[in-house]
């Protein structure tokens, strides 16, 4: 069933659970709003919701100074030390450097004086150059790169508009990250193919000398479930467990995997910031072309217009969205997750999993994550590591 309205299927937060709203410290916003490639497994352009279709392709300048005056006001009323601005897409190379820049200073001219702003541009790297790479050096702008994994046929979904490959351009622009400009190189976001050998992608990656790696379960739910489920056990979580053990075993770190940072930080108690895990409350905004307010792009793979809020940075302040139901659901902690989830004894690790995952058609977002036994088999596999360092008196 397709849903018109973005809070057909959010709940308000539950019985007891805290109103008290945390202030949004990420802000992604739209540069431009077609891309390039025609990823097979696209849930933007190819999922259920259409909306970008109504939207202009790129951001007009009036919205770009608007979306950086309400960033400001939100940095000065929450008296944020540091928010992180992610210009994306689309891809948002298809303009050239030039508006992303130009979106970089003006958020960093709206903000307070005390406010430091991370900026970060998520590409698929096919149209990076070395010119483009230095200019957006010069105005203090990061670049990650989507790629899922080293070798071609890693990346057999991911082809441009005439079903071409392009895994050779992607990896000429991380190797070129790392080598001439590896002071903005933010790392590797990959896709998670449970059909591939996840040894073979994790080493083939690593030749591509990123800082970080991201590693994504694939965008599905319990209505559209991912490639695999539920007919085989676990398997997003057996591939992830067998990367782990790569990392962790290696005589020597050679990138960060922030899942796995992230798991492995929950597990001892300490905080941890994450989309994916934790309970902590979400607090990213995304900001459409045309000035829209939206909830994460994730959200799209559920249904049509399930991001939606109905503000736009013209009409609304960014504290009118914290108030949208939607949010205050996603900030609601453990108390907004399914009974099954509280009941869980690995919850204030899992957290429900990604918000996006939990989702039935008719019946919401009250559920756990479809991900559910992928990610106890991950958590407890790192659980068991943690516990034989432990044992064996603090050496991994």
Request: some cysteine.
């Amino acid at each position: 069933m397709t849903h018109s309205s973005g809070t057909a299927h959010t709940p308000d937060p539950a019985p007891g659970t805290t109103r008290t709203s945390v202030p949004f410290n990420q802000f992604i916003v739209k540069t431009h709003a077609r891309c390039n490639l025609a990823c097979r497994y696209c849930y933007l352009y190819e999922g259920p919701d259409t909306t970008w279709r109504d939207r202009p392709p790129t951001v007009l300048p009036a919205v770009r100074e608007q979306t950086a005056r309400r960033i400001g006001e939100h940095a000065a009323a929450h008296v944020l030390p540091r928010i992180s601005l992610v210009l994306h897409g689309g891809e948002p190379l298809l303009h050239g450097p030039g508006p992303l820049t130009a979106y970089a200073d003006a958020v960093r001219r709206a903000v307070p004086s005390g406010c430091a702003v991370d900026v970060t541009v998520q590409t698929n790297g096919t149209l990076l150059t070395d010119a483009t790479a230095a200019r957006l050096a010069e105005h203090r702008i990061s670049v990650g790169l989507s790629i899922d994994g080293g070798l071609p046929h890693h990346n057999h979904r991911r082809v441009d508009h005439a079903g071409r490959p392009t895994h050779a351009r992607t990896v000429a622009a991380a190797r070129l990250l790392a080598r001439s400009h590896p002071g903005i190189y933010a790392g590797i976001l990959t896709v998670v193919d449970p059909s591939s050998d996840p040894v073979e992608v994790y080493t083939s990656l690593l030749e591509l000398q990123p800082p970080v790696l991201d590693l994504l379960l694939p965008h599905g739910n319990w209505s559209v479930p991912p490639p695999l489920l539920p007919s085989v056990s676990a398997p997003y979580g057996d591939w992830l467990c067998a990367v782990f053990d790569q990392w962790w075993h290696a005589p020597r770190p050679r990138t960060r995997i922030r899942l796995f940072e992230e798991c492995i930080a929950l597990l001892l108690g300490l905080p941890a910031a994450g989309e994916s895990l934790g309970t902590a409350p979400f607090t990213a905004l995304v900001v459409e072309t045309d000035g829209g307010l939206e909830q994460v792009d994730s959200l799209k793979s559920a249904y049509h217009g399930a991001a939606a809020t109905g503000l736009d940075v013209f009409r609304h302040t960014l504290d009118d969205a914290l108030r949208h139901p939607g949010v205050r659901a996603r900030q609601a902690g453990a108390r907004a997750l399914a009974p099954a989830c509280r009941a869980c004894p690995v919850v204030g690790v899992c957290g429900g999993g990604h918000y996006a995952h939990r989702y039935r058609a008719d019946a919401g977002f009250a559920h756990p994550s479809v991900y559910c036994a992928d990610l106890q088999r991950l958590i407890r596999h790192i659980a068991a590591a943690l516990a034989a360092v432990a044992t064996r008196g603090g050496t991994r």
